[in-house]
């Protein structure tokens, strides 16, 4: 991979790609809402016409990393299997079916007589996704970026550059076939043009990375192209001595054990010291008969916690069934600690006492503060956004889980009858702000 | 001003405070809105108790700017005349009458039984600012950052130290006696400090620069923290052949005339060739009579225009009495030349064709996009935001003219009853989300 952390300048080649994006961008963000529904489904209708092709590739492809001898799990997300492939096809459908992100009024206010003012959302223009094999992204971002009327620069890791080609050619052929200029599609195969397109900034508005924390963490530092993204998923859970005990083993289990590699699991465990003992005393088996590697500060190891944690521990993502788990003071403590080693993605407290669950979720500042639940339901599926586009860890918007909305931007769209500021100066003419 | 343009890395002096300004922001963070109202109030009697020191205070960095031979344009900046004065204590007054842009819900939905999401308009945290002489920003974006729960850093320019210190020990005086820390409002005057805070990408969440272009992009190349604010305001005003000559010969006026200095005037104006002989003949005396430099390409020369322009024309921020023009074969030239050197700030249309304008204004990728009316009116007090802290010209949002909802942002508040989503996959929870 150590070939993917340069940036070289574009080439004339990639210049005269993204030139062309553009040109496509422009074009399918003056489309009709109906009309970029057609695309997705002739785009899922070429994905289902070629279904053997594309299998075909994907199984190249796996074969030639095999040879390589790529890793087990790059091998397994490298895997388009037939029944993957459709459920990517019934994705782009349901794209499909979320409502138009596009042309959708935010503010309509006349400022005075006959001047009107209207912000409406628009596509952000061009995006640009850097993603590691996993086939099944190339439909799904291409699916939500011609949703929101913008054009796809895409790269994908090479073990997967003939599945991605075959993909991007049945959305090419249904980009076409729905009178729209193909080229809205871009995917980017050669080894040159990999990580030039960081420095695409006159093309490129926004950039997508879905990978590695390191790949994530590379693009944020090497673009001056926004990123939405988010490098490490480093969550708390707290147990306040007004817990009750019953809830905090259920949530703290589903919290690390449901997906352990998923961004919004837990990493560390935060136990009031009142609750400590009687909490790990029947967690511990229930933890160990789950296979968790349990590291624990003094006072946990005091409590039974097998492995004692060094400074590292807090400030790691270990995306795997080990928890760091501390005892702490009180509340504020626990504030202290989430405060410091946080990567502002998603943290919980359980208690039944209100007013220290609310104090912790305003004090607390992560896109997600949750109470009396799992950190797994940070998500833009479960919040029902209908998709994610990424999960942002920035404190600026957007925040969190982003779901179309992440793909359009605004203008604002002002109409007069020849209105001139002087006019105002003057007194001859006056503001109504008068929301319509 | 050669000094203002170093990144030194921040002393441990700068860093104590600026965690000062980090915990005081937290506690702002947390006030009900009648107590920031409360504060701005005090804020105000501080500045009209300490009204003769303050002046006193600008009085003696008159005299001492003076001496050094600061130019015209600046001194005029410098100077705080009482009337300047008043009007900024009124100016806080009135940002206290805005609606509480905190804490507002934009999300409300139950996701499952038991479980209910919300999303929360909160402040961002800590606001640094960089302005240049003006000690009126001073009053402006320290009620603003009150206003909005954050907490501030200010670093103006060192002619203004003695009026920035008096201006800023008022607030301060004002958010004490209103109970809160008053470091929540902090002014960094030593030369070290200036530029360092570029670098606290931990401490500050937002960066409003007020100055130059050359400051704003030094500013925006320099430093990892978002900045709210644009660089260049290059707009064009386009004169379609079914232009209202009488009107668009008003508009062009008072987008140039009105006030050449700020950035939503134009720079550029383009002629449709059928329309360019008359509206030139009518248009040159009248420019020429409000001292209106003109310089424009072969086809304007050739028309009467007085001076040529050379390709630096096109892309020049005059902030000036100069206008350069151009005589364009069609709709699809004015957008060409416009999508080159746009600045992405305001860029407007005269024309009866609604048609012409829709396509106009749907394909010109600016903030605003204006049909029949002044650039001119393209600023958050028109808008009737009732304050603006920044124009923006960056693609994403927020973008445009930004109010106080570009010093808040939000977060997700999820509230459970023990919810875990190994149910939602087991089949016994099922997602509603429901709007509430």
Redesign the interface.
Known sequence: MANIFEVPQPGNDLLEKADQVRLAS?EI??TENLHRIRALNLMSDYLEKNTKEILEANNEDYKRAEKKGISKALLSRLKLSKEKLKSGIEGIRKVGGLSDPVNQIQVK?E?SKG?V?ERKSVP??VIGVIFESRPDAVMQISSLAIRSGNGVILKGGSEANLTNIALVNALQNGLDEAGLDKNAICLLTSRKDSMAMLNLEKYI??IIPRGSNELVKFIQENTKI?VLGHADGICHLFIDNEA?LE?AL??A??SKI??PAACNSIETLLLHKDIAQVFLENAIPIFNSNDVKLIGDKRAVELGVQFEANFEDWQTEYLDLILSIKVVDNLNEAITHIQKFSSKHTDGIITENPVT?NKF???I??????????T???DGF???FGAEVGIST????P???VGLEGLV??????????????D??SGKAS?T?KDL
């Open positions: 422009l963000s003056q206010r400022l001047l003012l952000i223009g508005n926004l926004p009750n809830m259920s949530v289990l589903d449901q997906y669950a979720m305003n004090v500042d992560s896109a997600g503060v949750f109470h009396n639940c799992s797994r339901f940070a479960r919040y029902g920035q404190t600026l918007p925040r969190g889980p931007t605004y203008k604002y769209f002002l109409k007069g009858d020849g209105n001139i500021v002087n105002f100066s503001f702000h």
